[in-house]
């Protein structure tokens, strides 16, 4: 059974940094893309980020370019967000994504999520 | 690529046929995903490439459409499939886009 757990969120003021963790399980995971996506409070998904099977192709939305990076360990099988320059816009609940062979696919599989909040 | 979907809510009445919709503003080919998504729950795959079930997923949920016209039909809706349905194009990138959702409540 697939497992993805985020890990990593919490109360932050404004410009400051945060990273988010994402341990999977129960699949191979140096053979599949991930992905970040975020839902603010009330609202719809949004796609943050994503990472091919080797890091070798990696996006982002406008809204994180710049301030967010995306890396995975494949070793320890575990998906990353370094979040910098946090602004209030960022509040969310941020969820891990599992991706497909190629990193332009859908998610099949997701995690809970891990809540960020940005506030003075 | 911008995902419009339509109506933003839909009051059905449970037995009822469910038909959602989504429009994006460029061509995605088939490479479209629908998502269903229930209060304090993840989004759960349902539909790919435009009209794959996802494992597990009942036939009562269909997908069809390409290009930029797509439906999610809900043959007959049970009390559990009351909820935020996302579609999502994965055809280009970055970025990957998501549709603003379409809640189907109890009428």
């Known amino acids: 059974e697939v497992q993805l757990v985020e890990s990593g969120g919490g109360l932050v003021q404004p410009g400051r940094s945060l990273r988010l963790s994402c341990a999977a399980s129960?699949?191979?995971?140096?053979?599949?893309?991930m992905h970040w996506v975020r839902q603010a409070p009330g609202r719809g998904l949004e796609w943050v980020s994503g990472i091919s099977w080797h890091s070798d192709s990696i996006g982002y939305a406008d809204a994180v370019k710049g301030r967010f990076t995306i890396s995975r360990d494949n070793a320890k099988n575990s998906l990353f967000l370094q979040m910098n320059s946090l602004r209030a816009e960022d509040t969310a609940l941020y969820y891990c994504?599992?991706?497909?062979?190629?990193?332009?696919?859908?998610?099949?599989?997701w995690g809970q999520g891990t809540l960020v909040t940005v506030s003075p | 690529i911008v995902m419009t979907q339509s109506p933003a809510t839909l009051s059905v009445s449970p037995g009822e046929r469910a038909t959602l919709s989504c429009r994006a503003s460029q061509s995605v080919s088939s490479n479209l995903a629908w998502y269903q998504q229930k209060p304090g729950q993840a989004p759960r795959l349902l539909i790919y490439?435009?009209?794959t079930r996802a494992t597990g997923i009942p036939a009562r949920f269909s997908g069809s459409g390409s290009g930029t016209e797509f439906t999610l039909t809900i043959s007959s809706l049970q009390s559990e499939d009351f909820a935020v349905y996302y579609c999502h194009q994965y055809n280009n990138w970055p970025p990957l886009t998501f549709g603003g959702g379409t809640k189907v409540e109890i009428k």
């Open positions: 490439g435009a009209s």
């Open positions: 129960g699949f191979t995971f140096d053979d599949y893309a």
């Open positions: 994504a599992k991706g497909g062979s190629i990193v332009a696919t859908n998610f099949d599989s």
